[in-house]
């Protein structure tokens, strides 16, 4: 489960519910971040997230985190364009774990078609910082060498 991930802290036993997020940044190293709906039922609403969501019963977390980037962003990855980054228990449920890639290539606004979410923007690391994130994202981001 944890193949080539950067483990962060103790994972869930049993896992229930896995979710798969792609970190994605533009050409100035900014990175990628949803601002979540406001709405009923929705988890973290009106935080700054990564892209990304829920893995589906049989599909392997890359396959989910393409998946999921293309809805969200319209942006298509290819079979080799992700890279296995961390993996951390969730905050949202006791139960699950969240897996996060790094796309491999740089992308910029006009590449997205958001799909998904109240807006995105690609954040600094004063941003990453101030912003109101959810905690995991921010501890992986502001640990990363050259963010």
Known sequence: MSEGF???????????WRVAAVLARDRQGRVLMQLRDVVPGIVAPGKWSLFGGGIEPGETPEAAARREFHEETGIDISADGLQPLVMFASQARADAVVHVFALDRRIGTQDISLAEGAGFGFLTRTQVAQFDLIDNYRRTLLELDDF
Do not use: E, T
């Open 6 to 16: 950067r483990v962060v802290g103790p994972l869930p036993d049993p896992v229930r």
